[in-house]
């Protein structure tokens, strides 16, 4: 993916970013915060669409671990996309999601990646933009602590 754009309606906030040129919202260059302590992490995610029982004990099963660890935080706070531009300003320091499409990501994983942050697979390997599911992290200590708690959802990839 070369570029991205991801518009937040709510907020009027454009998001844009093109690789090797950087992240921007509405014009102001992005960063994203830097944080390496998983410690004082606020991190997002969303319960998802899946309503299978057996997905939602994993889902909430995975939040639990990370809260344990402990963190600072969990938010639910809205879009795929948006939620990984929050990442690209700092204003979280990840977000993970397992059940979302290519389209949800491919704009925001190059936005991500342009303001200083990491996007990788919940296994910690590299990012697969048909797998479904995500990290962005504004490092990869964190990117990589939260992968080690995460149990996967079964999921059909977008390319099959």
């Known amino acids: 993916v070369e570029f991205g754009v991801v518009y937040s309606c709510v907020e009027d906030k454009m998001y844009t970013g093109r690789k090797g040129k950087g992240a921007f919202c509405n014009g102001q260059k992005l960063q994203v915060s830097g944080q390496k302590d998983i410690t004082t992490s606020m991190i997002i995610t969303e319960l998802g669409s ?6 939602i004990k994993i889902v909430l099963s995975n939040m ?3 809260l344990c660890i402990p963190i600072h935080g969990i938010r639910a706070v809205g879009t795929a996309a948006v939620n ?4 690209a300003t700092g204003g979280a320091d990840a ?3 397992m059940g ?5 990501m491919a704009a925001a994983s190059v936005i991500v990646t ?3 942050g990491v996007v990788l697979d919940v296994k910690g390997g590299p990012f ?3 797998s479904c599911r995500v990290i962005a992290a504004s490092s990869t200590e964190i990117a990589e602590r939260i992968s080690k708690e995460l149990q996967l959802i079964p999921l059909v990839r977008d390319d099959e």
Do not use: F, K, S, T
Not at 50 to 55: A, D, G, K, M, W
Not at 84 to 87: D, I, S
Not at 100 to 104: N, V
């Open 64 to 66: 639990e671990r990370l």
């Open 128 to 130: 697969d933009l048909m």
């Open 84 to 87: 990984m531009c929050l990442v």
């Open 95 to 97: 977000y993970y999601e």
């Open 100 to 104: 979302i499409h290519c389209w949800d």
């Open 114 to 116: 342009e303001a200083g």
């Open 50 to 55: 899946n309503r299978n029982p057996e997905v």
